[in-house]
DNA sequence: GAATAAAAATGAACAATGTTCAAAATAAAG
DNA sequence: CTTTATTTTGAACATTGTTCATTTTTATTC
């Protein structure tokens, strides 16, 4: 048993504080977009909820729309942690399948303006999001790809994420629709119920011989 | 003593001026939309464009976004001409559904930006949007309703619509993601089969005898 | 047609907000 | 404790939506 010892410096009092401010902005961004929404952000609000001053904040985020990254991959996060427990909680493909939308309608409901912010942020010009954070949105596929790889036992890999990524904006369509004003919305008490049918539906619609899923090649995406 | 003015203005001068400019206010809007997106409208570049002082704009509208408001309502305008125009193209319910499906998938890939507006634009803060532009969003719905009809006989009209939205819904979250970078998309070129399947397999489950449209109470919505 | 009144167009000024930067404060090293 | 390096600060800057006093245009009256 031997102790490494990583102590260069003894205390290491600048990066601890700076972790601790970064977590504090986080923390205060994510507070204000959940009362207010993505709109209702404000650089200099953060800050003063944060504890610091306006330049403090681009000492540790390039800009604002880094900040909201972080949160954004917070909050996947958390989605990521009560998909698997939903998922979890069923046997049958099926009902891993329909108990995963309805946790996604719950969380959505739930935590409107947190789970609105991951759609609604926009990269403002050229390059777009990092690699890391776009891979953290793996995480909503995860959860679906193994109950449809029992419903779907022909697929390869490559068409099994295919599957999962069309079965899975088909629901956040649903919710996400569901939820904003853009239409006469489906009654809230209704969504659940539609929702669930819709899965039924689907699922019926993967086990139909005549309906096949067509052989197409998506080895080369 | 009190004049009435009984004028009747022989040239009308102003409002057609005034209506003269609000054309050019909205097709301004609208070019810069289509090029640059949501984001890259700035109201000065729209004053320039349209040829008119930044103040000019004011008198018009009475702020940005009630301009882009008139933009998306000149969007849905041309979205329901060819939705309608494809849904005649062909006769089966079936295939009536597909053809609607693949248009809307044509016209965000076609009209990224304009057609992104619609949804990524928010009304600021308390007040949504006016009544008479979300009962514009009904176009999307009425195309889809009358091959449902026929898919689903035993539906009142009320439990129809509701279906037509989460049908529309669905269908557009995979067009949405499926243009979105969130996740290692889709591939283009496969995203047309990929949303006819998706499709066909959900008109499957609404034929599927074990799986009959709940007969939950849609009357007061 | 000229004079007058009403309305609209104008663009400078204002307010809000993201970002930068020279100066002050703080931490690390000697 | 002194010196040096780094960080924090908040005033200043740049951009942008919106307003408003002034100017220009249009309509009405004589």
Redesign the interface.
Known sequence: MFKIKVVKTVTGKREEKKEVLRQALVKAAGHRISKL?L?GLRARDIAKDAGCALGSLYTVFTDIDELILHVNSNTLSKLGVVMEAAARRVDSPQDVLVALANEYLKFATENRNIWAAL??H?I?EGA??PEWH?AE??V??RGITIPLARLLPTLNENQL??QA??L???????V???LH???????RR?LE??LT??I???????Q?S??K??N?D?EN?
């Open positions: 929404g709109g759609f609604d926009r403002p777009g999001e776009v949105h793996l909503l596929m994420a295919v990524r069309i899975f904006a088909a629901v956040h369509g649903i996400s629709i569901g004003g853009h239409f006469v919305a489906v009654p209704d119920s539609q049918q819709f039924k539906r689907i699922i019926v619609g993967y139909s005549s309906n899923v067509d197409i998506l995406e």
